[in-house]
Structure formats: C-alpha cells, structure tokens
C-alpha cells in the first residue's frame, strides 16, 4: 500500500503510523472542575469503534518523513486510499 | 454415518471402489430452529457439538457463508497452550488444553494434538523475573510450567543464537510441556461432522444478512437463502463481528485486523517445539510436513482485506533470523492473512446481548484457534441456560465501562496508538 503525503508525495506506507478513526469527536470535559464529563460517552468514544466494511476516515502520521499529521480516506474491503487532507 | 476405527479402515483400504461417505450432510435450511448459529469456523461448529452433547440441543442450524473451513480456523498458525497469568483468562484457557487433550476421541476425529511443549525464550535478567510469576500462577492453578535456565534451553533449542554478540542474549526461557500444536483443518472437520452426526443441519453458502428483532428480542435471521425463525440466535464471526452485530444494531468494542502467517519450504525435523520470543511477538513451530510456521504482530490499521502488507513480512522474517540463524537461507513459501477481532484489552466476548436471545462470541484478537473447544462449551453453556458459566462470565460486553478490563498483555488494537 502507497499513501500520499500532502507534503512528500506518494510514499510506501511503512513510512507512516496509523491514527485511527478520524470521523471521531472528542467529547467535552464537564463543568464540574474534576471535569471528565458524562462517563457514558467517554465510554463510548474511547472503546467503542464503527469498523465499517468501506470506506474509512483514519489519521495518519508521516513518521519517518516531515512527521506531518493528516486524515485520508481509505476502503478496508480493499485498502484502496483516497486523496489526503 | 459410520464411526471412523481401525476396522473402518482396514475395510476401505482393502476395498478401493467403497468410498467413504461425506462426512458431513448438505441439507436445505429448515423454515426453523431451536439455535441458529452464525458462522460456521471453528467456534461455531464447536458451540453446535457441545449444545448437543452437553445440553441435548440438536434442532440447530449453521449458517456458513462459504465453505467449513475457509476462514480463521484455517489460517491460524494451529498453536495451542495455557500459559495466562490473569483472572477468567488463566481457568479458561487451561480448560480449553484439556478439552484438547481428549478432543480427538471426543469426535472421534484425528485432530492431530501434539503436546510437543512451548518454550518462551527470554532475552533479559528482567524478563526471567516477569516469566517466573507468570509461571508461579500458572502453577498455583495446576498448569504445567517450568523456568529454564540458559544452559538448559541450549540443550533444548541447540540452533537458537547463543553468540557473544547475538542482539538478544538467551537468558532462559519458560516451558510449558502440554502445550502444542493440533491440526487446524481436522479440528473444523471433526467438530463439523461429529454436530452433523447429532443432526445439526450445517448449512453452507448461506450468508446472514440481517435480524428479525421483534420487541427487542430475536427471532430469526434473515439469509441469502431466505429468512430462518430461531428461538436463540448465537454469533460467531470472529473477524467480521462488527459487520455482522450491526445488522443487529450493536456496536462493539471490536476492530477487524489483518495478522499474517508464514511457512517455508519443508526442511528436515529441527524445531522440536513451539518456540516463542520475549524480545518480540513472534511464534515459530515445524509442521509435520517439515515447513517452519510462524507469525508475529497484527499489520497494524484496521482492514478487512484478507492480504498483508510486505513491510510486516520483512520484520517477522527479521525476528525469525534474530532468534534462529539458520533462517536465513530458508525460502519463504507462502504467507496468508487472516481477519481478527481485535479488542481494547486483547481479551474476547463470549456473553448475551442488549438483543434478548441474541448471543455474542468474538473479539479473540490472536488467541481464536487455541480457545476454539472451550468457546464451544462455555458458549453452549451460555446459549443453553441463558446465562453465562463462571469460565465465561468476566467475558462480558459492559467490562469496559466497569472497569473490568482483562488487558493480560495490553496488545488489544492499541498498537497503533503507543
């Protein structure tokens, strides 16, 4: 598998580290001041994953290149990936 | 079905034009059944031959959607063993050996179980430390285990590096002797005729593609071969869990990944054992064929395609090397991928859902094949009383969010984010 770096160009993927799923949102700490928010849905966003078949919105990192950080979109039936961001 | 004995063979050897029969049926689905299983690997088959031997439940049905034995059961690297040191982990495992050590009169099938022994080298004073505790617990609870010192593993694995300069000295190792390794084919087999005999109805090219949920509860499958009612509804899909539970409106603390696995070309007897390494995950055992079979770690990003990427080929044969010179000038023969459940703390789900009578057996991460007979018994045992046997029970969805995390080696699919 080749991945695009936005800055280096097309690289092969032993080149980078994996980020996981983009498409996730980091919830909000609470209000309290302790501040971990609703457990629930710490729950949810820290172990819970959609894993679909198809496409995949996932970091990945440049790490043995310019160690830049950007999000593709790559189909796990087929690794086949999309243009990076 | 005729039971497979010495006289059997004798009989079909003495007569070339009897053949010998199926050794399982390939009936048309039935409109339904008392438990339909999803998936029809080794943990499905197994569940459905305990359901019938150890609860009476026989009006089962399979759905396999390609042919027994075209996924994980055979694609692993056949290794079986019981050396866990944490809490459900430890019983159950060692549970499963000794299911193994009696499986193949069991099913009256040769499974082909060599207990051949397991030696994990260590590679640091350090290392010794962590493997005498892990081998004290293991002995506390009646598993074999012994501490080898330097001097002995020589003995025992006389090809591994011993050079002044070797990256990774041998300091010792730890040995468990019923550990080995059992063929994973006949394993498939062997369950899959064995629940036939019962008269299980496995069912192939049959692909589930949805749940009839009726007021939260479950009372079919909907199927490439048209719907099934079921009483009990239990998933086995190990690799594609998520994929399937959603279907169901689940989701889980489960991601695919891909781990591959390696044979060379067959050499002469010279690893008399399963040897595996402290310095990385990586696990090496001779078949009888004479090819070495090895593994290592998962690739590392989650994926659903079946072929591996060259740059872990290229680390597992370095290990290899490392740990065994003699490696080096051995041609790699083929090398396979296979799809796992990885979870957040490398442990499995063998356990009921929010869905009332919908029951879920995955996540193995890289423990699926060794774990295959005692998943079928804890599994049937859940099925059957609807409610989780004590071997099973800390294998629960909700172990997350309770802080019960059973993270024995902390490589569930976090790989990637250390």
């Known amino acids: 598998m080749r991945l695009a770096c936005p800055h280096c160009g097309p690289r092969d993927y032993s080149e980078f580290r994996y980020g996981g799923d983009a498409s996730k949102q980091r919830p909000p700490h609470g209000t309290t001041g302790h501040g971990t928010g609703d457990l629930q849905t710490w729950h949810d966003f820290v172990f819970l994953f959609d894993n679909p078949k198809g496409p995949h919105l996932e970091y990945w990192q440049h790490v043995l290149g310019c160690r830049r950080w950007f999000t593709l979109t790559r189909n796990t039936a087929t690794n086949e990936v999309g243009e990076p961001k | ?418």
């Open chain 2, 1 to 418: 079905m005729s039971k497979y004995s010495a006289f059997s063979l004798a009989r079909h050897a003495l007569d070339p034009d009897l053949p010998w029969p199926r050794a399982w049926r390939s009936p048309e689905p039935k409109a339904s059944y008392d438990v339909v299983i999803v998936g029809g690997g080794g943990h499905g088959l197994a569940t459905a031959h305990y359901l019938a031997k150890n609860h009476g439940i026989t009006n089962v049905a399979i759905l396999e959607r390609s042919y027994i034995g075209s996924g994980n059961v055979g694609r692993n690297t056949t290794i079986i063993r019981s050396n866990y040191q944490m809490g459900a982990n430890t019983g159950f495992f060692e549970h499963s050996l000794k299911l193994w050590e009696g499986l193949s009169h069991d099913l009256n099938f040769n499974c082909m179980v060599s207990q051949r022994g397991q030696v994990v080298v260590a590679v640091s004073p350090v290392q010794m430390d962590v493997f005498a505790r892990r081998g004290n617990i293991m002995r506390l609870n009646g598993i074999d285990a012994e501490l080898l010192d330097r001097g002995e593993v020589m003995k025992l694995l006389p090809y591994l590096d011993y050079s002044k300069d070797a990256r990774w000295p041998v300091c010792g190792a730890i040995h468990q002797p019923r550990a080995g390794t059992a063929r994973h084919d006949a394993v498939a087999w062997g369950y899959a005729r064995s629940a036939d005999m019962a008269g299980v109805d496995i069912i192939e090219n049959c692909e589930v593609t949805g749940f009839a949920i009726e007021n939260g509860k479950v009372t079919g499958v909907e199927t490439s071969r048209g719907r099934i009612n079921a009483g009990k509804v239990a998933i086995a899909v190990a690799g594609h869990t998520s994929h399937v539970a959603k279907m169901a409106g689940l989701r889980l603390p489960v991601e695919s990944h891909i781990l591959q696995a390696f044979v060379t070309e067959p050499l002469k007897p010279i690893v008399h054992h399963v040897v595996s390494w402290g310095a990385e995950l990586f696990y090496l055992s001779q078949s009888d064929k004479g090819g070495l079979v090895f593994g290592g770690h998962i690739d590392g990003f989650n994926t659903y395609t079946q072929r591996g990427q060259f740059a872990k080929i290229r680390d597992v044969a370095e290990c290899a090397v490392s740990l065994m010179p003699f490696t080096s000038r051995v041609r790699l023969l083929r090398h396979w991928g296979g799809i796992q459940d990885m979870t957040p703390d490398g442990s499995p789900f063998i356990c009921k859902t929010p869905v009332k009578n919908l029951y879920l057996n995955g996540g193995w991460c890289y423990q699926g094949f060794k774990a295959t007979p005692a998943s079928g018994w804890t599994y049937a045992h859940t099925i059957a009383n609807d409610e989780p046997h004590a071997l099973n029970r800390d294998f629960s969805l909700d172990r997350f969010e309770k802080g019960n995390e059973l993270d024995e080696f902390g490589i569930g699919n976090w790989t990637y984010k250390q």
